[in-house]
């Protein structure tokens, strides 16, 4: 599986300051390149190569290997561009948002992101230092460092290309590693697991991540942007940029520590987890003005992701079984009314009398229909006649 590492580099003023030429000079050739693209029709990476090869060399001062990157770059950002207008990310083709992505060349900041190969960029392990072409010539160790469990990854996995990013000031590579899957077992059970808002998480044992903190902060959080936004000034911007980035951070940790947790029980048990399919949730379900914000901005599909790649690295058997009346059906007489749920804390069968709290029914449900999945999944299959 793929994993990525961050290093932070820790460069002295001037090699600092090479490396923000060095993504200047990248950036403004891949706009050039953008424009060409977009005004001739080109998306393939060797036809776009042949067009704009010498020209980005002279005009920008790029050797030959980051000529190439840089073309490589904004091939891959028009691909992403389709696969977006595809899927239907961009809205329809008649609104506003996709005829502006469509309209005009892909643009680049001066600060994005550029994608080194082994031969831009190479790692000195032990010296923890690495060497980077930069504009004005080779820059030699350069120093980084990181977390031990980072540096050993990189150490053992890294493979492929490393992107030089520039954030908030502060210089990272952030690394590609190939790490060897690990085996899965056959699970003496499942642990289902229910996610949603008041309750982030609830697993099929009676455990809750519960989601107040999340939703207090989140809450305090749209009120502050709301302040910033009235204002209309450069300054607020800036800081409306770095508040989301905070809050996305938080977010992100929250869901780290639940997955973590979740998957040390299952591992620890011997059992698989199981989640709901969720895909296309915003589409199915109808809500309310007021809670169309809290849904799209929350990250359940975030905290699937984590559980699904932790579970592959230790080994878990991880599984997504239809979401459908999860919260109404009774895991006991099979029984399924809305009336089930009177509200949304509570279950009770209207049938047998089961009672208790809803989200962990829910999750008690999707264990139930894993063990069900799984002797599909495993079941041998039948040889041709």
Request: proline fraction near 4%.
């Amino acid at each position: 599986m793929k994993l990525v590492v961050q290093v932070k580099l820790l460069p002295s003023s001037e090699q600092a300051a090479a490396l923000e030429a060095t993504l200047r000079a990248c950036n403004r050739a891949a706009d050039h390149v953008s424009r060409v693209a977009y005004e001739s029709g080109t998306r393939d990476r060797n036809g776009l190569q042949k067009l704009v090869y010498a020209d980005i060399k002279a005009a920008f001062g790029l050797s030959a290997q980051p000529a190439v990157r840089v073309v490589k770059k904004v091939v891959d950002a028009y691909s992403t561009l389709a696969a977006s207008l595809k899927a239907g990310r961009l809205g329809r083709p008649s609104s506003k948002r996709f005829r502006r992505a469509v309209g005009s060349p892909v643009g680049f900041r001066p600060d994005a992101a550029q994608p080194f190969d082994d031969r831009c960029l190479s790692w000195q392990l032990d010296a923890q230092t690495v060497s980077v072409w930069t504009v004005d010539g080779r820059m030699r160790g350069l120093r980084y460092t990181g977390s031990p469990d980072q540096l050993r990854m990189l150490a053992g996995y890294r493979k492929g290309e490393s992107d030089l990013v520039r954030r908030a000031g502060k210089w990272f590579l952030i690394a590609t590693c190939e790490v060897p899957d690990a085996e899965v077992y056959e699970p003496t059970d499942w642990l289902g697991v229910d996610r949603g808002i008041v309750n982030l998480a609830s697993t099929s044992d009676g455990t809750n991540y519960q989601g107040r903190r999340l939703g207090r902060y989140r809450r305090w959080q749209t009120r502050k942007r709301a302040e910033l936004q009235a204002k209309q000034t450069r300054s607020a911007t800036r800081r409306l940029a770095r508040r989301s980035r905070r809050e996305q951070r938080h977010a992100t940790h929250v869901n780290h520590r639940i997955s973590k947790e979740i998957v040390s029980v299952a591992q620890r048990t011997d059992r698989g987890i199981a989640v709901e399919q969720l895909d296309g949730i915003r589409e199915r379900v109808r809500l309310r003005r007021d809670q169309r914000g809290t849904l799209s901005s929350w990250p359940f599909h975030q905290l699937g992701q984590h559980l699904a790649y932790k579970a592959k690295r230790a080994g878990v058997p991880f599984i997504e079984v239809d979401a459908a009346y999860t919260s109404q059906h009774c895991p006991r007489c099979g029984h399924t009314e809305r009336a089930n749920r009177p509200d949304r804390d509570r279950f009770s069968c209207r049938r047998c009398g089961l009672a208790g709290p809803a989200d962990h029914v829910a999750g008690v449900n999707v264990r139930n229909r894993a063990r069900s999945a799984w002797v599909f999944v495993t079941a041998p299959v039948p040889a041709p006649a």
